[in-house]
């Protein structure tokens, strides 16, 4: 017997014990409404203990791997995966998955340094870099072709083409808060504030005043980036952290008078029969009002649903690229150079003449105009909108991208926003986990990868070129 | 005069709460400078513990009032501590010397996964119970209004008083209080002299996330209902409380609890009951923007 075995084993214990502490009540006693009584229990500790017990062998494996003891913690991991997989009598799906999961986790943490020095060598070696540095750059074209392309696929039916929708508007938002937080590192958590302030702009001058998607759309923006202009105006000179709270602040009161203002906003039951995008006047509808005609008859060729759909997508494709566009070229003049030196040295950016609040104010109010257009393209593509739509959470969520992706880069959003808002929505099973899993997922980025999935970010601008591998 | 006083009674109780959840992030921000966003979200949880616990007393037959509360208060602080030293453990600890946004990243982060747990494990309905003290006594009676204390008020303001007495004894003339105290002024410094940092770092945690168990047990208590999501409300108006009174300082949270709570029963028993909840906002932001080192804090000098 190993001498490293004991401690391990008493580690691991300590951390079922924890284990058990943390879910006895939370989880050993569910209470359940039962006629008007008030809660019952619905007792789950044999659920507990089962849980408790894997996560012994759990923390154990992991203990194993870490030690170098490769072999057996390998052995464990695929015992696990297999108690997990096989048709025994457990009282719930889940523990079944959180046993294989358990037993993944080890798996992965077993193989992970021989792939992680395979991966080293490759990256280092003169093809490797190569190939990466064109990977990079092809990888962001390819994606850009598929996107182009998608409409026309076989497979693109209703289904996918609003879950298309709902990922591009994720990877429009992420990209904006993208210029706030990953490039001038500037915390905001009321991003969705601006896209509420986008959204009902939109909703309010086209069902009272009858303007249409194209017209309000810049209004929208400029009015979100106004309201960034003056919330900032005032907050920016606080420190990160407070920034955060602020901001926090300022989302939930525009809710919460967006909530209680009646006369303005029609409260909680939200502005409904918005009228959606037209193509050059022509509507997306299988009978056009009076006065006007549908794109359909336009184009001459017969009515399908799928249409306003596919307009739809290419409207928010386009305005997303305009915002990465906008990215990509920004961050190369003084001024994206200057969010970026914000973010890496406050104090040094002073001495060499930076003003940190205006500075900071152009990004804030950037993102802010961003998160607009995408809130008026969301109430156009709703036809409904309402205070619901905008709470706290949905800045998290759009932070979770940014976070997840690696804060600043481009293409992390997207792979992000694919992951966090297309896995869920395809498996819609997992969808009471799926918050579980964001805030997992941001722990676990932060304490593993602070800097995101994609963990390689080219500098925007480099003193000296890099020479191209031989 | 009645309605005010009434108002008084109410604010009181209110603030009490507040103060107990707002000493939770003085503390951890006094020593470690970082916003415990997770924090509200263990003040739930203690409210869930509290429930549980007294639907246990009530399965074992404990039929006795004092001791129902006092078993459910030993029980709740205990279990909702190993939250607070588990979040520290997992979440913060390794992000210690990582960029500066990154704790409060990962607290948004707990605080969201704890929410969620919560919400798949006990559901997402409002849960009723815990409203086992009852009755009151009626100070006196104006303009045909009666101005009521009830017991429970008094035993919350009782718990909080001597709670906060016993926590304020703790820090200024305990071992435990001196290693804190060190630990918040100069970390390095603290531990080259012997302090053991982690664990002091570690208690802070189980301290505050002992109080905000209290304080979502009393919270059950007096409003007979708790459900997954009172923790964000309930920690950003503690959060307010404790930058209204100067984030860092421990007499501060209590005084900024109470008047976070003053201000919220009257801006509802006067102006607008549906703006409340604005109003604690507005004070976080005023507060921040033109005071941010708040009525007791020391403004914070960065250095180079």
Not at chain 1, 237 to 255: N, P, Q
Not at chain 2, 74 to 89: D, K, P, Q, S
């Amino acid at each position: 017997m190993d001498a490293r075995l004991p401690p391990m084993i008493k580690d691991s214990a300590l951390t079922a014990l924890v284990a058990a502490a943390l879910g006895v009540f939370i989880v050993g006693f569910k209470t359940i409404d039962v006629g008007t009584g008030g809660p019952v229990f619905d007792y789950q500790l044999v659920d507990l203990a089962i849980a408790v017990v894997t996560i012994f062998f759990g923390r154990l494996g992991l203990q194993l791997a870490s030690v170098g003891l490769k072999w057996p913690a390998f052995v464990l991991g695929i015992a696990l995966g297999a108690v997990g997989a096989a048709p025994l009598k457990l009282p719930s799906t889940f523990l079944h998955w959180f046993i294989v999961l358990a037993g993944i986790v080890i798996i992965l943490r077993t193989i992970w340094p021989w792939a992680n020095e395979a991966m080293a060598k490759a990256r280092h070696s003169p093809r490797g870099a190569n190939y990466g540095r064109n990977f990079v750059k092809f990888f962001g074209a390819g994606l850009l072709v598929a996107a182009v392309l998608m409409p026309f696929m076989p497979f693109a039916d209703q289904k996918t083409m609003d879950l298309a929708v709902l990922i591009l508007t994720y990877v429009m938002l992420g990209w904006g808060l993208n210029i706030v937080v990953g490039l001038a590192g500037l915390l905001d958590l009321g991003y969705v504030a601006f896209y509420a302030v986008g959204a009902y702009a939109y909703a309010l001058l086209s069902t009272q005043h009858g303007l249409g998607f194209w017209t309000v759309l810049p209004l929208a923006g400029m009015m979100a980036a106004a309201f960034g202009l003056v919330l900032g105006f005032p907050v920016l000179r606080l420190r990160g952290d407070y920034l955060a709270i602020v901001t926090l602040g300022f989302g939930e009161i525009i809710r919460l008078v967006l909530l209680n203002w009646v006369d303005l906003s029609n409260g909680p039951a939200g502005i409904g029969g918005i009228p959606g995008p037209t193509l050059f006047g022509a509507v997306f509808a299988e009978t056009a009002p009076a006065g006007k005609t549908t794109f359909a008859e336009m184009a001459g060729i017969p009515f399908s649903a799928n249409q306003r759909l596919i307009y739809l997508y290419y409207i928010i494709l386009l305005l997303a690229l305009v915002t990465n566009l906008f990215t990509q070229r920004v961050r190369r003049l003084p001024v994206g150079r200057a969010w970026e030196a914000l973010r890496e040295d406050e104090t040094a950016c002073k001495a060499l003449g930076i003003n940190p609040t205006n500075t900071k104010l152009t990004a804030f109010t950037v993102g802010a105009m961003f998160a607009g257009f995408a809130g008026s393209f969301f109430a156009a593509k709703q036809r409904f909108i309402s205070p619901e739509s905008f709470t706290f959470i949905e800045s998290a969520i759009i932070l979770a991208i940014v976070v997840l992706g690696g804060m600043g880069s481009q293409i992390g959003v997207v792979l992000a926003a694919v992951l966090l808002i297309g896995l869920p929505e395809w498996f819609r099973d997992l969808g009471a986990y799926r918050m579980v899993v964001f805030g997992l997922a941001m722990v676990l980025i932060m304490a593993f990868r602070p800097r995101g999935l994609i963990a390689h970010r080219e500098p925007s601008v480099r003193l000296h070129p890099v020479r191209a591998g031989p | 005069m009645a309605y005010f006083s009434q108002q008084l009674i109410n604010a009181l109780t209110l603030g009490s709460i507040y103060a107990l959840i707002a000493i939770g992030y003085t503390m951890v921000y006094g020593i470690i400078g970082m916003i415990n966003f997770a924090h509200g979200e263990v003040f739930m949880i203690g409210g869930f513990i509290s429930l549980i616990g007294f639907m246990i007393c009530a399965a074992l037959g404990i039929s006795a009032v004092p001791v129902a509360i006092v078993l459910v208060l030993l029980l709740a602080m205990a279990f909702t501590a190993v939250y607070g030293w588990t979040i520290e453990r997992v979440a913060y600890r390794p992000l210690r010397g990582s960029f500066r946004l990154a704790p409060l990243i990962s607290a948004i982060g707990v605080s969201i996964l704890l929410q969620n747990y919560v919400q798949l494990a006990q559901g997402a309905r409002p849960k009723a119970g815990g409203q086992i003290v009852e009755g009151g006594y009626t100070l006196f009676s104006a303009d045909g209004f009666d101005v009521r204390v009830t017991w429970l008020q008094i035993t919350i303001w009782v718990v909080t008083v001597a709670l906060m007495a016993g926590f304020s004894w703790l820090i200024a003339a305990t071992p435990l209080g001196r290693q804190q105290r060190a630990c918040e002024q100069d970390m390095k410094m603290a531990s080259l002299l012997g302090v053991n940092v982690d664990r002091t770092i570690s208690l802070t945690f189980v301290m505050g996330a002992a109080l905000a168990a209290v304080a979502g047990m009393m919270f059950l208590m007096y409003y007979g209902v708790v459900d997954f999501f009172i923790g964000f409300l309930a920690g950003i108006k503690a959060f307010t409380a404790a930058v209204l009174g100067g984030i860092g300082s421990l007499p501060g949270a209590m005084l900024g609890g109470l008047l976070i709570g003053l201000i919220e029963v009257f801006w509802a028993g006067y102006f607008s009951s549906e703006y409340k909840d604005v109003a604690a906002f507005a004070i976080l932001v005023l507060v921040l923007i033109f005071r941010p080192s708040g009525l007791l804090g020391k403004p914070e000098i960065e250095k180079v």
